[in-house]
């Protein structure tokens, strides 16, 4: 079953602005990590955030963590329209069994 | 960063046949692979877990006879959708975690579109 919510679900904005994505989960995890998906392809690993981080850079990702509300949030900065995508949220966890459950998603549009 | 490779990347079948969709791991070794199905514009949701030399583990809501997993090597699994039906029709991705490593990032094959005629 998911265990992730993201919001929004859809978010377009022009080439230039910063992107904000959130995503809240249920259960304890491991980590959070965020993803990547063009249109009809495999999954792109962007970042790795791990339970007992609170903040992270990569490039021009930020992403944040906040285990007392389960939610966290990636911020993409100065976008460009090859930033369109959808971007995905996903929680490690080792209930049952380690697994990798994946948000609902946001799908961003970056108008040039 | 490892390569995952997934084949076939799309595959038209007729109802009742059985089509097998393959997952490599080409510059690693993998002892653990994760089947996932995603359905257009939706998340991926997860089939099953696939262990090296083990019974894969399935999610709830999954019928392991239906959807066959078989992860005989380090660097291959396999997914076989038996007797396969219209509503089988989605896009099914796999990924592959790094031999002893316990909670890091996943690598992804390209995907398979599946069409079930």
């Known amino acids: 079953s998911q265990q992730g919510e993201e919001d929004p679900q859809a978010l377009s904005i022009q080439e230039g602005e910063n992107a904000t994505m959130n995503c809240s989960y249920k259960?304890?995890?491991?980590?959070l990590q965020w993803y990547r998906q063009n249109s009809g392809r495999g999954l792109v690993h962007l970042i790795l955030?791990?339970?007992?981080?609170r903040e992270k850079h990569s490039g021009r990702l930020r992403v944040t963590l906040d285990t007392s509300k389960k939610s966290s949030s990636l911020l993409i900065t100065a976008s460009r329209a090859a930033d369109t995508a959808s971007y995905f949220c996903?929680?490690?966890?080792?209930?049952?069994?380690?697994?990798?459950?994946f948000g609902a998603g946001t799908r961003l549009f970056v108008k040039a | 960063g490892a390569v995952v490779s997934q084949h076939p990347s799309w595959v038209i079948c007729k109802s009742g046949t059985s089509v097998k969709i393959e997952c490599r791991s080409l510059?690693?070794?993998?002892?653990?692979m994760f089947w996932y199905r995603q359905f257009p514009k939706q998340s991926l949701m997860l089939m099953a877990t696939?262990?090296?030399?083990?019974?894969?583990?399935?999610e709830q809501g999954v019928e392991k006879d239906k959807f066959l997993i078989n992860h005989a090597s380090l660097t291959l699994s396999t997914l076989t959708v038996t007797s396969a039906h219209p509503e089988d029709s989605s896009f099914y991705i796999c990924?592959?975690?790094?031999?002893?490593?316990?909670?890091?990032?996943?690598?992804f094959g390209e995907g398979s579109r599946l069409t079930v005629l």
């Open positions: 990924s592959a975690r790094l031999a002893g490593g316990v909670s890091g990032e996943l690598f």
């Open positions: 259960t304890s995890i491991n980590n």
């Open positions: 955030i791990r339970s007992n981080e």
């Open positions: 996903a929680t490690a966890t080792n209930t049952g069994g380690f697994k990798t459950i």
């Open positions: 510059d690693f070794q993998a002892t653990t």
């Open positions: 696939s262990n090296e030399g083990s019974k894969a583990t399935y």
